[in-house]
């Protein structure tokens, strides 16, 4: 019994150092990168945001504020609280749709609702034509937040700014409170490609070094990006997306070898017929731990090798990355820093008022 109670005490001791690294390095592996950029105009981001960690300020953050609309518009925020809340609240899926719309979003162009363009005739075709987006959903949403912003206060509130709003308001919903802070003031891009979103959106098979890669073109570290790919403890997945890890790993009929044996299984069970094929549009849900519930359960599968994605997967081979995926098996953990990073992300190469190529759009699905 003694010898138990001492292996439970190390283990815990263990995971509060490991904790305590973890945010050493969340909150001040960038000081010396600059990040403030003369961009401080009286904006307050360490006010004892985000449950009392101090905030690593992304490289754009600086240009944006808290209630930018304030005065211009002072009921914004509010109206997308209202709309969002009530369709989430009949369908609780929506809150993985539409955060998936804004990470689309911010990795192409950043946050500049880009992805909100429709294609048009005669011209090269917009992000939303890209196979990564194809699946997306959640577009009228954002329309019908616009159509009541514009008769409220018209050519005011970007669209880039609703979308990042109703993203943090659709992921909260299930806690009654906003998980983090939304810093407001974006305006909205004029260019969407689809070329760009094929080479910019983060790949469901991505390894680890393309994976940090990425991320670090946006400004965005290994912290952020365990961080960040816990959103997929909510939401769903086609069997065609992965189901090459189950079936045909190596090109021989095999399975992924890193994937838990009862987990594949199941997924096997639920991706393809006795004679071992595919049903390439099958849904899955992402976490299985829960599909609708936006907890640190991702993590907890995910250290049991139950991470459904190759780019999931990728996140055991580094060892650092490891360690923080470790850490955010504690929901307290994981909800903290996955604020600082979607205020991060939410920040990626934003466009402001003055910016060359940014408008406020009247209707989110074309430019003025």
């Known amino acids: 019994m003694a010898n138990n109670q001492q292996l439970v005490a190390i283990r815990f001791i263990f995971s509060l150092v490991l904790f305590s690294a973890v945010l ?38 600086g240009k944006l504020k808290m209630k930018f609309y304030h005065k211009t518009c002072p009921e914004a925020e509010d109206i997308v609280n209202e709309i969002v809340s009530k369709k989430v609240k009949v369908n609780p899926s929506l809150a993985a749709k539409l955060l998936r719309v804004h990470y689309h979003d911010c990795f192409v162009r950043g946050c500049d609702a880009s992805l909100l363009l429709d294609s048009v005739a005669g011209k090269a075709a917009s992000e939303k034509e890209a196979r990564p987006n194809l699946s997306l959903v959640g577009f009228e949403i954002i329309d019908e937040i616009k159509s009541i912003l514009e008769k409220r206060c018209p050519k005011t509130v970007s669209c880039a700014d609703i979308l990042t709003l109703a993203a943090r308001d659709a992921v909260s919903y299930q806690y009654g409170r906003p998980l983090w802070n939304v810093f407001t003031g974006r305006v909205d891009g004029r ?178």
Request: aromatic fraction near 6%; proline fraction near 2%; include cysteine.
């Open 24 to 61: 050493l390095y969340v909150d001040g592996h960038s000081n010396g990168h600059g990040h403030n950029n003369g961009h401080s105009n009286g904006h307050d981001h360490n006010n004892g945001h985000n449950n009392g960690h101090a905030t690593r300020r992304g490289r754009w953050e």
């Open 191 to 368: 260019v969407s490609l689809a070329t760009e979103a094929t080479r910019d959106l983060p790949s469901a098979g991505a390894n680890f070094t393309a994976l940090q890669k990425l991320f670090a073109e946006s400004d965005l570290d290994v912290v952020d990006l365990v961080a960040l790919s816990g959103a997929h403890t909510i939401g769903t997945a086609h069997c065609g997306v992965f189901g090459r890890r189950l079936l045909n790993f190596t090109g021989k009929g095999d399975t992924d070898p890193s994937l838990n044996s009862s987990y594949a299984s199941f997924l096997k069970s639920k991706c393809s017929d006795t004679s071992q094929r595919l049903n390439s549009s099958a849904v899955v849900g992402m976490d299985p731990t829960g599909a609708l519930s936006f907890d640190s359960g991702y993590f907890v599968s995910l250290l049991q090798h139950k991470g459904l994605l190759t780019s999931d997967a990728a996140l055991l081979t580094d060892p650092s990355a490891a360690d923080i995926a470790s850490v955010f098996q504690d929901s307290g953990s994981f909800l903290a820093q996955f604020g600082r990073s979607m205020i991060k992300m939410s920040s990626i190469k934003v466009l402001t008022l003055g910016d060359e190529g940014g408008e406020i759009r009247r209707n989110c699905r074309v430019v003025n």
